[in-house]
């Protein structure tokens, strides 16, 4: 939860925009899953129709996941810069006795190590959404399938 107020601190409009491209991508999944068991299921149903749907649904999906993609890459590059520089203002700002109790390696690790940690983990947020997406929708096509084969799941 720290993590995306954090994000939403920097810019909750690139972060929303984002996670709706990454929700949109994993929807976007699970409709060329439900057009390709119907498709397999009724092959005498397949025409230009469902061909055209097909690309569609790909396209968008491709769409979606760049977009997702991007914008939390642009995003997680501006948070990791405002984030360093904070940091490096509260070491400024910090009692000089302090900062040689911690030592250099924790201040050096905090610099570099900690803070791709944090980029990293906000740069894995479109994939958490789209996979959330992903199960969201094939458990409501599950339920649309098979009511006791859901409860059961």
Not at 87 to 106: M, R, V, Y
Request: a positive charge; charged letters at 10%.
């Amino acid at each position: 939860m720290e993590l995306i107020r954090f994000v939403l601190a920097s810019s909750k409009r690139a972060f929303l925009l984002a996670v709706s491209a990454g929700i949109g991508s994993g929807l976007s999944m699970v409709g060329l899953l439900a057009l390709t068991n119907q498709m397999l299921h009724n092959p005498e149903q397949v025409s230009w129709f469902s061909g055209g749907l097909f690309a569609l649904l790909v396209a968008t999906m491709v769409f979606f996941r760049v977009n997702a993609t991007v914008l939390l890459a642009s995003l997680s590059q501006q948070s990791v810069a405002s984030l360093r520089l904070q940091l490096c203002k509260n070491i400024l700002q910090a009692p000089l006795a302090e900062l040689e109790k911690q030592g250099n390696h924790k201040l050096l690790a905090t610099l570099s190590e900690d803070v791709n940690t944090i980029a990293n983990g906000i740069m894995r947020l479109p994939f958490l959404c789209i996979n959330i997406a992903v199960v969201l929708g094939c458990l409501v096509y599950m339920f649309w399938l098979s009511w006791w084969l859901f409860v059961l799941a």
